[in-house]
Structure formats: structure tokens, C-alpha cells
């Protein structure tokens, strides 16, 4: 009877992974979601919740950074009041990201010239 319990069960589990095509979290100083904000260029690791995984539309692919973008928040569902700011990142393959999962986050962030616009790129990640 366990044999076909666990049976069953494979292909169940099978049907929620997906093949993560970056690599796990590096050794980064690991900040809130707030300091990483504020901070200067580098790379950190956020523990934070998705938020949201927003494609591109196909119409304008050729004006994206990638095939969607990541919604990062501290907590997932995002409060309602503005200071809970997420941290949006250019994604490829995002069908690996699923909404309300919490990880590690390897990021990398620049600034403009200005030094107030953040970029960030996804360097890696592992969900809890």
C-alpha cells in the first residue's frame, strides 16, 4: 500500500518543479528589503517573499530587459500602504518564480548616474 501511495505522489510533485536555470544564492551581506533600498552599488542576498512575476507582452519583447519581472516584497500578501515597496528584477525563464514563495535572493545593484534609480539583476536564489 505505501508503494502506491508514494506512486501516486511522484507524479504529483514532478508537476510543481520546475528546472531553476540560475544558480543557488552567493556570499553576499544579506539586507532588508529597506537597506537594500538605500544601499550603494554591490551585491547582497534579500530574504524576501514574490510578489508578483510580471511578463513582458509579446508585443513589446524588444523593449524588455527579459522575459518578465520579478516583484520582490518583505512579505507576501504586500500590505496595502505604500512604504512596502517591492524591489522589481528582469527575469528570464520565470515560471520557476511561483507568487507567495519565500527565498534567498542574490542580487546585484546599480544606480544611475543620478544615483537614484536602482537596477538590480538576479545572480541567483533558493526558495525556503
Given at each position: 500500500m505505501r508503494?502506491?501511495a ?16 540560475y544558480p ?7 539586507v532588508?528589503?529597506d ?22 507582452p509579446?508585443?513589446?519583447l ?12 518583505a512579505?507576501y500578501?504586500?500590505?496595502?500602504d505604500?512604504v ?14 511561483r507568487?507567495g ?16 534609480e536602482?537596477?538590480?539583476?538576479l ?6
Amino acid at each position: 500500500m505505501r508503494t502506491l501511495a508514494l506512486a501516486l505522489l511522484l507524479p504529483l510533485a514532478a508537476c510543481d518543479s520546475v528546472e531553476a536555470t540560475y544558480p543557488g544564492p552567493g556570499e553576499y551581506a544579506e539586507v532588508a528589503l529597506d537597506q537594500l533600498l538605500a544601499a550603494d552599488p554591490g551585491r547582497y542576498n534579500l530574504h524576501a517573499s514574490v510578489a508578483e512575476v510580471r511578463p513582458c507582452p509579446r508585443d513589446q519583447l524588444i523593449l524588455c530587459a527579459a522575459e518578465a519581472t520579478l516583484v520582490l516584497a518583505a512579505e507576501y500578501p504586500v500590505p496595502p500602504d505604500p512604504v512596502s515597496l517591492g524591489v522589481h528584477v528582469p527575469v528570464d525563464a520565470p515560471d520557476q518564480f511561483r507568487v507567495g514563495r519565500r527565498g534567498t535572493f542574490s542580487l546585484e545593484l546599480q544606480r544611475s548616474p543620478s544615483g537614484t534609480e536602482p537596477t538590480f539583476t538576479l545572480l541567483g536564489y533558493a526558495l525556503d
